[in-house]
């Protein structure tokens, strides 16, 4: 089993539609929850980035951590064609840990927005 | 101006060649990584390099060997190319060792092996 599962999809939605993203993952060690998307052929960019617990909005983005569920969640508003793109998430642990120093990534999200 | 830059950025080689990728950041970052990224889109994580000291080193192949002859320049050099290997290899640094802060990452380089 993966430490960081993520349905790969792929997700199609309509413009304008809210998009819901997530992963769950297993180490309990994991305090700081990021997303990053990826557009073809290009590299990762950091979306949005979380530590421990909580929410985090940032224009159309919402980040949720859940640590009871060991669950994440990224929400896009009023989807645009330009935000389709793979959504991976990824996860650091404290000092310390097996984890340290390292990004454990999902598999990352395939979605398409059409207009 | 790019921020993380990888050479070269597609790679086509036999199997059993020799290759290098190098990669340079003008962050001023004190951490790089070197990640791959396979066909199904899983990044996993091979060597990080804090301030040119090795800090992780991810049971990679000893066919893979980084170098980082500063804390701006990480160079991954694989001997002996397998069919396997052909993946995407993506450079990315990040300000601090432990990697709390994100990564900025690289464009990446498409290595196909024949």
């Known amino acids: 089993q993966k430490e960081v599962e993520q349905d790969p999809g792929p997700l199609s939605v309509p413009e304008g539609a809210i998009v819901s993203l997530n992963c769950t993952y297993s180490n309990s060690a994991f305090q700081y929850f990021m997303w990053y998307r990826q557009y073809s052929r290009k590299g990762p960019e950091l979306l949005m980035y979380?530590?421990?617990?909580g929410n985090k909005e940032d224009g159309r983005f919402t980040a949720q951590v859940d640590k009871s569920s060991k669950y994440i969640s990224l929400f896009i508003r009023d989807s645009q064609p330009s935000d389709s793109a793979t959504y991976l998430c990824a996860m650091s642990a404290v000092a310390g840990g097996t984890s340290y120093g390292k990004l454990t990534f999902g598999q990352g999200t395939i979605l398409t927005v059409h207009p | 101006d790019t921020a993380v830059s990888q050479t070269p950025k597609y790679l086509v080689t036999q199997m059993g060649n020799d290759k290098s990728i190098k990669c340079e950041q003008n962050l001023g970052h004190d951490t790089m990584y070197w990640y791959k990224q396979d066909s199904k889109k899983f990044l996993k994580i091979m060597f990080s390099?804090?301030?040119?000291?090795?800090?992780i080193n991810e049971t990679v192949p000893n066919r893979f060997s980084p170098k980082s002859p500063d804390k701006a320049h990480l160079n991954l050099h694989i001997n002996s190319l397998e069919l396997g290997d052909s993946a995407v290899y993506f450079c990315?640094?990040?300000?601090?060792?432990?990697?709390?802060?994100?990564?900025?990452f690289g464009s990446g380089t498409r290595l196909t092996v024949v």
């Open positions: 979380t530590y421990s617990s």
């Open positions: 990315a640094s990040s300000p601090k060792m432990t990697g709390t802060y994100g990564y900025t």
């Open positions: 390099y804090n301030n040119k000291e090795l800090i």
